[in-house]
């Protein structure tokens, strides 16, 4: 019976984070609902909050769940992009794009920027 429920609790651990089920997030669901200009300040908030740089949002991709948070990709005008992970409490944690690999979070998807 005990190795019946280690290998279910392996199996579990094994599944991968994007075949789970997404959490309810109504906050991000909200923040999706904005039109682009309040949206991107928004963004542009939790960026600066960050105390990261960001003259303004530019484009902003809603990326869907990663474990129970929301993630959306933000790309600045002059600045960084960024990854924004949103929780169902409203809590934020947002990092740079570049960093993500490196904390084994999934990677942004912006288009490539234009030279």
């Given at each position: 019976m005990k190795t019946i429920l280690?290998?279910?609790a392996m199996l579990a651990l094994t599944v991968p984070a994007a075949a789970q089920k997404p959490v309810p997030n109504p906050f991000s669901d909200r923040l999706a609902r904005l039109k682009d200009i309040p949206r991107r300040a928004v963004l542009r908030r939790a960026i600066l909050d960050s105390t990261l740089w960001c003259d303004r949002v530019e484009q902003d991709v809603r990326q869907g769940s990663f474990r129970n948070l929301?993630?959306?990709s933000a790309r600045c005008g002059r600045g960084a992009d960024y990854g924004i992970f949103i929780g169902a409490d409203q809590s934020v944690q947002v990092r740079p794009c570049a960093d993500l690999v490196k904390f084994k979070l999934p990677a942004c998807r912006l288009p490539p920027r234009k030279r």
């Open positions: 280690g290998a279910l929301s993630m959306w």
